[in-house]
């Protein structure tokens, strides 16, 4: 199918989409409006691709037209001119829009739910973590994103085992999902005497926020466990028993949540967070579809993989999924992974887009 007939064919579905929405039908169903509505905004940069696009075309043939007609050699020349601009508008148009038309993940524009576990290594292990817990917070700074502190348990010699958060913000889950994976460190710890360089892990995990829409939870499915709280830095910040600890009963998953000071607000983030952990449960085999149909390791879901390697000494990382190595490690655990980021979407969709035309 030529690529007018595909843009002509979104173009009837999304005028479509439009009259449905405002049919009460659908409007009185709230699953069914919300996802049409997403459904519906995501098209539209499309569509309005779509009709500059046809412009353009209309332009080439009216100027094609006039060359054939016209026999002033100056204003022949000026349509010359503007016929090569407007094929080159034409070939970038197209390259735009054969992107914006890859199926994208449909969770990419929900927050994000953000989990950092010390791997392998010990006490240097759990230090590596906290680096890698504040350079996210200050990549979040930097987007403008909200972050809400879940949980944690801290390490013995700083840093933490595991840390939980929410990110807030449009977009979050598809920026961050490239994240998830082992995150290997090379570096002399602060507690080697010799000088000598260790290898420490830690496992990050990105997951996308589920809705209630999605997910309905069964309150007789959930055992609600109250205990007290701690705060970051280890410190006990309340003696009440404000900290929410809820055990899925169907599916064994456990999930915890300690605030600073209330337990309703504990209790709506865990809540948050179970949802998101049984909506992994179905999306995880989304993920592994496509990881069987695409080369790139890019959200693949496989917690396993080792993605990246901070190396103190030379100050270079290296991401392993498309060979990119940086020499500004300072930078980097200061919150810059734009770049980073940036060179795997582009592997992802070059990867998708191949996958398209091979289809």
């Known amino acids: 199918m030529e690529i007018i007939d595909k843009l ?22 709230m699953k069914r409006f919300v996802k049409l509505n997403k459904d519906y905004k995501d098209l539209e940069p499309v569509v ?21 007609k016209e026999k002033d050699d100056d ?3 000026m349509a010359r001119a503007e016929l090569d601009d407007l094929q080159e508008r034409k070939i970038s148009i197209e390259e735009n829009i054969r992107i914006m038309m890859i ?14 576990r010390a791997g392998t290594g010990g006490d240097e292990a759990s230090i590596f973590a906290g680096d890698i817990y504040r350079m996210y917070m200050r990549f979040c700074e930097k987007k403008g994103w909200k972050t809400e502190f ?39 710890p602060k507690t080697e005497t010799q000088g000598r360089i260790h290898t420490s892990a830690a496992t990050v995990v990105v997951l996308p926020e589920a809705d209630e829409f999605e997910i309905e939870l069964n309150d007789k499915d959930i055992r609600k466990d109250t205990f007290c709280s701690s705060g970051p830095g280890g410190q006990s910040v309340n003696t009440t028993y404000s900290a929410i600890r809820l055990t899925h009963i169907p599916s064994g ?17 865990a809540m948050k967070v179970l ?31 080792k993605i990246r390697t901070y190396n103190w000494p030379q100050g270079r990382v290296t991401d392993h999924r498309i060979n990119l190595t940086l020499y500004n490690l300072s930078a980097i655990i200061d919150g810059d992974i734009d770049e980073i980021i940036e060179k795997l979407q582009m592997a992802e969709n070059a990867e998708r887009l191949k996958t398209e035309l091979d289809n």
């Open 253 to 269: 998953l456990v999930v915890s949540c300690q605030d600073e000071k209330s337990q309703i607000k504990n209790l709506a983030k």
């Open 48 to 68: 309005t691709a779509f009709k500059e696009y046809k412009n353009v075309v209309e332009n080439i043939e009216n100027t094609k037209e006039i060359l054939k």
């Open 150 to 188: 879940v949980d944690m348990n801290e390490g013995t010699a700083g840093g933490f085992k595991e840390i939980v958060i929410n990110v807030i913000g449009p977009g979050a889950y598809g920026i961050l999902k490239f994240e998830s994976g082992v995150h290997r460190v090379q570096r002399v």
């Open 8 to 29: 002509e064919a979104i173009h009837r579905r999304w005028e479509e989409m439009g009259e449905q929405l405002n049919d009460p039908a659908v409007m009185s169903d």
């Open 275 to 305: 949802r998101s952990r049984l909506f992994e449960l179905e999306y995880s085999k989304y993920l592994e579809e496509m990881a069987g149909k695409r080369k790139t390791m890019v959200s693949t879901g496989d917690r396993s993989a």
């Open 75 to 77: 204003f022949r020349e």
């Open 103 to 116: 199926p994208k993940d449909p969770q990419d524009d929900k927050n994000a739910l953000l989990e950092i």
